[in-house]
């Protein structure tokens, strides 16, 4: 198995190699340790990349050269033949379709928020009896309106709108989007390696915005960095409660369990494991104490 090229960049954003390869940077994280006090550790970023994909990191406490050693040691393990790496791509992806229907979704709102939904560039009347204030705030809107729409005739698929106005035929272009990313997470658990004989993979932690990563570290009030650190367990099983009753039934409770386990011994909270597997508190308390843990 060759390893991957390993190379340090200054931002999260930069591309400076093709292909598959790992890339990482220094970073400052900020902590709160009290009602008004904020303390700051030096650490670092690493990022498994394709090309200009993003498709997953992990972080760590240390200096650029711990980052370095850290980024070497992943690489030996890491390959295009290694078993989980088909998994993180097509998770990606399923965040990255996500995503795209989110971007078409806010698009519609401000092409719709304008007057309740009039088309912003059809001439009509001014307002009567609107302040100053609102006459602006008014403006402001069409314009967002405007841009919108324009954006949305210009990516929306043009069979989708020669069959409808461009409000339907976005968002009926956002439901295949959504139905394609349920389809990519239905894959995922599909085309995994078996959890209960495979090596488990480094602490990846998918390609979060900011506000997204907060919302997943407050999961856990005790400790923030457990469910961030155990992310792909939790976005796996996320995955397993979407998959058809049938297809659950075929892989098997074992098959669930040993996903369960790797949540709870990744320090999950069963709140969130819960939620996240559609699978009762008592189910998973019997699963912990079964023992039955992936070999």
């Known amino acids: 198995m060759t390893s991957l090229e390993t190379v340090r960049v200054q931002t999260r954003d930069e591309e400076p190699l093709e292909g598959l390869h790992l890339a990482y940077r220094t970073a400052m994280f900020t902590s709160q340790v009290g009602a008004n006090q904020w303390s700051q550790e030096s650490g670092y970023v690493i990022y498994l990349r394709d090309g200009g994909a993003l498709i997953a990191m992990t972080e760590g406490l240390g200096t650029s050269r711990d980052a370095q050693e850290e980024a070497d040691e992943i690489s030996l393990d890491t390959s295009r033949d290694w078993p989980w790496l088909g998994t993180l791509c097509t998770l990606a992806r399923a965040r ?10 806010r698009n ?41 729409k324009r954006g949305l005739a210009k990516y929306v698929p043009a069979d989708l709108q020669a069959r409808m106005p461009l409000r339907d035929a976005t968002g009926e272009h956002i439901d295949r989007l959504r139905a394609r990313a349920a389809g990519l997470r239905a894959a995922v ?24 990563a907060k919302e997943v570290r407050a999961l856990s009030l005790t400790d923030p960095l457990d469910p961030w650190l155990a992310d792909l367990p939790h976005w796996l099983l996320r995955c397993w409660a979407e998959l058809p009753e049938a297809e659950r039934q075929a892989l098997g409770t074992d098959y669930r369990d040993a996903l369960l386990m790797w949540a709870v011994e990744w320090r999950l909270p069963k709140s969130c494991i819960a939620r996240a597997s559609g699978v009762a508190r008592t189910t998973i308390d019997r699963v912990i104490r079964k023992g039955a843990r992936p070999r």
């Open 96 to 105: 990255r379709v996500d995503a795209l229907a989110d971007a078409f979704l």
């Open 108 to 148: 519609l709102r401000a092409m719709t928020r304008w007057r309740d939904g009039e088309d912003p560039d059809v001439e009509t009347p001014s307002v009567r009896y609107l302040s100053r204030e609102e006459q602006e705030w008014d403006d402001v809107t069409r314009e967002e309106a405007r841009n919108a």
């Open 189 to 212: 658990i599909r085309d995994m390696p078996d959890p209960r004989t495979t090596p488990r993979p480094h602490r990846w932690i998918a390609d979060y915005t900011p506000a997204e």
